[in-house]
């Protein structure tokens, strides 16, 4: 659509702050207000729309997306969402390793045992970890109680965390990320071990490439998403 405003702005409202354009509030495309929980939240909100030329352009807009989604997909539905989020749980990528090459198996070890070790401390649970592709079932104490975890964000820290994990095939590296204060370029590198591995087997492919950055500026802004909700 068309630049329909010259300047963004952000004003305190009652329990959180808003965006506006040209003193006009911006709202959901559920038309529900764009209320933001933090200054810092709604700063980014407010640079994006700054940031359009002549044509607003929202899949550039990473942060009003999100935000947008919290309001009117993740609050109505809050129980239903952090349960599929914490589905991944069930079948997270760290519990599954390869059984070679050794050089594959070591790679994996080294970046996904810190992992695990530090949900099993921050939670205390237990995980069940296998080699190859066969389902392997986690225990209901595991489960339940890293269900409880995600249940327990409020609406923008859950939209932002359920896009770690999906870009990551990890719950545990959503929750590393959230919670644990892991740094991000190392939990997506941790994650896209089986990937790197094939491009130095095989070589680059540039499509794959391409999306292979894509992912990871997506998983940087979640990230990024998350932070700001917390500030």
Excluded at 163 to 181: D, H, I, R, Y
Aim: glycine residues 6%.
């Amino acid at each position: 659509m068309k630049r329909f405003y010259k300047q963004a702005s952000v004003e305190p409202v009652e329990g959180g702050w808003r965006v506006l354009l040209d003193g006009r509030p911006v709202r959901t495309p559920a038309r529900a207000p764009l209320a933001l929980p933090t200054r810092a939240l709604a700063d980014a909100v407010a640079a994006e729309w700054m940031a359009q030329g002549d044509e607003v352009r929202p899949q550039d807009m990473a942060f009003t997306g999100l935000a947008n989604a919290a309001i009117d997909q993740v609050a109505p539905n809050h129980a239903a969402f952090a349960a599929g989020v914490a589905r991944y749980g069930a079948s997270d990528l760290l519990c599954y390793r390869a059984d070679g090459p050794a050089a594959l198996v070591a790679r994996q070890a080294a970046a996904w045992d810190p992992l695990l070790d530090w949900a099993r401390s921050r939670y205390d649970v237990a995980f069940a970890v296998t080699s190859g592709i066969i389902p392997v079932a986690q225990p209901d104490e595991t489960l339940e109680r890293l269900g409880q975890a995600v249940a327990a964000f409020d609406p923008f820290i859950l939209t932002g965390l359920s896009t770690l994990v999906t870009l990551s095939g990890s719950l545990v590296c959503g929750l590393a990320v959230v919670e644990g204060g892991h740094d991000p370029a190392m939990v997506w590198a941790a994650s896209e071990i089986d990937e790197s591995w094939a491009v130095e087997q095989w070589g680059e492919d540039a499509e794959a490439s391409a999306r292979s950055a894509r992912r990871a500026r997506e998983f940087s802004m979640a990230r990024a998403f998350c932070a700001m909700n917390r500030a």
